[in-house]
């Protein structure tokens, strides 16, 4: 099976920053874009950023120029959102999300992590 285990969340003053991480394990043949969604309590889960396997990026417009997604070229396993000036509004549980290829020639499929806490507060 897969396994999408994101790491990194906590309790952070606003204005601070946070940096997630989010690893794929398990049976990954292919990886195709990677991304990070979030969902604040009472609201619907929202994109945050995603990202290609070419490397394109595409942003919410709520944290352009904030948060930078990024993935590690030598994993291709692995995916960051670099989370700056943190607002109070950015507080969510924030989830990793990929399209895996578990073997050759099988369809790629959407694989989430369970998500990991961010709450921005004095």
């Known amino acids: 099976q897969v396994q999408l285990v994101e790491s990194g969340g906590g309790l952070v003053q606003p204005g601070g920053s946070l940096r997630l991480s989010c690893v794929a394990s398990?049976?990954?043949?292919?990886?195709?874009?990677m991304g990070w969604y979030r969902q604040a309590p009472g609201k619907e889960r929202e994109l945050v950023a995603t990202?290609?396997?070419?490397?394109?990026?595409?942003y919410a417009d709520s944290v352009k120029g904030r948060f930078t997604i990024s993935r590690d070229n030598a994993k291709n396993t692995v995916v960051y959102l670099q989370m700056n000036s943190l607002k109070p509004e950015d507080t969510a549980v924030y989830y990793c999300?990929?399209?895996?290829?578990?073997?050759?020639?099988?369809?790629?499929?959407?694989?989430w992590g369970k998500g990991t806490l961010v709450t921005v507060s004095s």
């Open positions: 990202i290609t396997s070419g490397g394109s990026t595409n």
């Open positions: 398990g049976r990954v043949y292919a990886i195709n874009g």
């Open positions: 999300n990929a399209q895996i290829q578990t073997a050759p020639y099988v369809a790629f499929m959407d694989y």
